[in-house]
């Protein structure tokens, strides 16, 4: 298999053979550039500039400024609106790919498009090539990591898109006069409020909660466990005896890790008797799947994620060979931990197959919905409904997960349960991966990020255009642009009627 770090890295400065774009990033932008200028993006703004108690009223606030986020407020920005980013990491350390991100390269195919929105130079392959020539790309197994952060830096650049970094949004308001009240604290814990007209939560994997680990393993020490997805320094696993709970993607990722670090032993405490083999969701990968999901009658969309739960996805091949390619890596199937306690400097943990002393425990026990872990959204929780709600599940069809999922409707809007009254919620929009069972996976992962982007932000504009219909009709009656003057002609009588012959 062809390292992706080595094969970019050889092909530097290489020539780039791909009709349309000439090496090297200024070259590129230039296209881009063009391209943008050909399809006239993006538009002008056109909705009124409001204000309320003195600060300007945005037409859109996008909470998180990851992929997500960024690919969102592009096509907003695009369609001629007025939208506010904000993300509580540093620049250029959004979302997980330079953080707590461990694979060594994206777990998506590389031709998938993306958040290019449809435009060939703002794909990461022309990004690649521009860089390192169109030999490199064809040789690319996989794209690297790093090199995915280091393209949503440069997408972030050349599309000028403002994130406020370092700010975290702490309170969510809507309110029954058609805006939304949030309040955000910046980096030197100022406290401020902003308004907006909608607002859009985008928050990544961890979508409305965040890392799901048994009850027991909050009761161990901090010093002895952690979850996949945390700020850990895997350094201090060296020479330590570590434990993965799980055989997904993110459980190869933290196992290869911790032994890249110096792991004494890493044992995989795997639940199930063998490891899935097959990513049933890639079999339904197509344009009728991305944009057909929400269409779906209840029962269809229930019946399809349930299905891709119950079958769970299977971690990478190369992920799981990094792995297996150290000595001391043991691969324990049919190994469901039950509960741990501290023994003396160790962990005593409890499985189906008998007991293990371990130093360490890492969770890769994914995510889940849990309102609780998003205070921000503590005025909205009590009232948004989910499909756990209104739902009858169909015998051998129970699933939790799906459960807690937001039962959205069609504007990507939350929506209220019966008997609750909360007006303006449904200027709420949920963009992340929560929203797969009511839209379909448009909302959090690579393949079809773009569409999910341009759908909402088309969905955003035309909602935001309705509202102010009375606004945009008096700008049509005063609009007085001619476009003839009135000297592009001489007017001339009809002819007389003339009976005479001669």
């Given at each position: ?61 996008i909470i998180?400024a990851?992929?997500?986020?960024l ?23 959004e ?18 498009t ?16 521009a860089?390192?020539?169109a ?5 690319l ?23 406020h ?5 702490t ?9 939304v ?5 910046d ?5 401020l ?6 607002v859009?939560?985008a ?8 890392a799901?680990?048994?009850d ?11 979850h ?7 350094n ?8 993965v ?28 008797a ?21 269409r779906?009658p ?29 000595p ?9 931990v ?16 008998g007991?293990?002393?371990l ?24 009232h ?16 939790a ?6 039962d ?16 303006g919620l449904?200027?709420?929009h949920c ?22 982007a ?10 935001l ?6 606004h ?26 003339d009976?005479?012959?001669?």
């Amino acid at each position: 298999m062809t390292n992706p770090g080595d094969a970019s890295a050889s092909n530097t400065g290489g020539t780039s053979t791909l009709a349309g774009i000439a090496p090297g990033l200024t070259a590129l932008e230039a296209r881009l550039a063009w391209e943008l200028a050909a399809l006239q993006l993006p538009a002008a703004r056109w909705t009124p500039e409001l204000q309320h108690a003195g600060q300007s009223v945005a037409d859109v606030v996008i909470i998180g400024a990851g992929m997500s986020g960024l690919t969102l407020g592009a096509a907003l920005k695009h369609r001629g609106l007025q939208v506010d980013l904000y993300d509580e990491s540093p620049e250029g350390f959004e979302g997980p790919w330079a953080t707590t991100a461990r694979m060594e390269t994206l777990r998506s195919p590389k031709q998938l498009t993306g958040p290019a929105l449809g435009i060939p130079s703002l794909s990461f392959r022309a990004w690649f090539e521009a860089q390192w020539g169109a030999a490199a790309w064809e040789v690319l197994d996989k794209i690297p990591r790093l090199h995915w952060m280091d393209y949503l830096r440069w997408y972030r650049r050349v599309l000028g898109i403002e994130v406020h970094n370092r700010h975290r949004v702490t309170d969510v308001w809507p309110q029954p006069d058609g805006r939304v009240k949030l309040r955000i604290e910046d980096a030197q814990g100022v406290v401020l409020e902003r308004w907006a007209r909608r607002v859009v939560v985008a928050t990544g994997r961890a979508g409305l909660g965040g890392a799901w680990v048994p009850d027991w393993a909050r009761q161990l020490p901090p010093a002895h466990w952690a979850h996949s997805s945390d700020h850990h320094d895997y350094n201090t696993l060296k020479g330590l005896r570590v434990g993965v709970v799980g055989a997904g993607a993110s459980a190869m990722d933290s196992a290869a890790t911790a032994l890249e670090a110096g792991a004494a032993r890493v044992h995989l405490l795997i639940r199930r008797a063998d490891i899935p083999r097959i990513n049933k969701g890639k079999g339904a990968g197509n344009p009728g799947f991305v944009h057909g999901h929400g269409r779906l009658p209840d029962a269809w969309k229930w019946r399809i994620r349930h299905y891709i739960n119950v079958q769970q996805v299977p971690p990478p091949r190369g992920s799981t060979l990094r792995v297996s390619q150290h000595p001391n890596a043991f691969f324990h199937l049919g190994c469901a931990v039950q509960g741990a306690q501290q023994h003396g400097a160790a962990l005593q943990v409890s499985t189906s197959a008998g007991p293990i002393e371990l130093d360490f425990l890492i969770f890769a026990t994914g995510f889940v919905v849990d309102w609780a872990q998003r205070p921000m959204l503590r005025h909205l929780a009590p009232h948004a409904r989910t499909w756990g709600d209104r739902w009858q599940v169909e015998p051998g069809q129970e699933d939790a997960e799906l459960l807690a999922c937001p039962d959205l409707g069609g504007n990507f809007e939350f929506q209220a349960k019966a008997g609750h009254d909360c007006p303006g919620l449904d200027r709420i929009h949920c963009f992340n991966y929560p929203a797969a069972l009511s839209l379909g996976v448009i909302t959090g992962d690579i393949p079809a990020i773009s569409e999910g982007a341009l759908r909402l932000a088309t969905t955003l504009a035309g909602l935001l255009w309705a509202e102010d219909i009375e606004h945009h009709f008096e700008r049509m009656q005063a609009f007085a642009e001619p476009e003839v003057f009135g000297d592009e002609w001489v007017a001339s009588p009809l002819p007389r009627s003339d009976s005479s012959k001669d």
